[in-house]
């Protein structure tokens, strides 16, 4: 390993140990509330959203790879590593921007701001694989993004049983389904609306929206792009399983 590659072991260790944290008190009462919350929630609702996300995402999955740069040939882990910022940076400074305007315009425009972000955040994440060197026109590393999406944004619980697939991706993902109408969507939309729910609610408040809509998208862009290259380390430098 070069002295790059030893320090990015080092922090994916740190990473990794952090995913397999097992809930807290405090995760487990924020868990049964918002389980709670759920329950009260028509199911008519509920499949209305899981619906809205399914095909938004879908349209941005599917749609980003026809503008996604092909996959980086023969670099080192440093070379990949500093574009990587590079990109996780400026996706900042543009969800920073789209958060600030949506948010000062209001409740209606603060509601427009989860598909535009989710698109941003994809997007994202279609360009960071293809800086690793992986082919976004493989179906299954399309899915591999979704996992991502998934790791970065789901409670501590969900958090580790996606831990543990991704851990196992080479395996794993020989068994997963060829249609990806079978990939579990309520899931995927619960997890995320829930966890980002305290934190993008306040945008929808007059006057403090704009300055709220603008940290809270920096810090889940930062979040996500976190979260990927920990994800691409675990498959490039090939870590040892962190026994906690």
Known sequence: MTGYE???????????????????????????????????????????????????????????KHTTAEPREDASLQLREAYVKEKISFYQNTATVEGAVTGAGGILLGLADFPVLIGIKIKLLFDIAALYGYDVMDYKERLY????????????????????????????SKSLPDDVQEFDWRTFQQEYRDYIDLAKMAQLIPVIGAAVGAIANYKLIAQLGETAMNCYRMRKISPLKIIT
């Open 145 to 172: 993004i979704l996992y991502i999406f998934q790791l970065a944004f789901s409670s501590q619980q969900n958090r580790n049983e996606v831990y543990r697939l991704m851990e196992g991706w080479q395996g794993y």
């Open 6 to 64: 030893q320090q990015a072991y080092i922090q994916l260790q740190f990473w990794q140990h952090k995913m397999q944290k097992k809930p807290s008190a405090d995760n487990r009462i924020a868990r049964a509330v918002q389980n709670k919350i759920n329950s009260f929630i028509p199911e008519k609702v509920h499949n209305a959203i899981t619906v809205a996300i399914e095909k938004m995402v879908k349209g941005v999955l599917f749609g980003a």
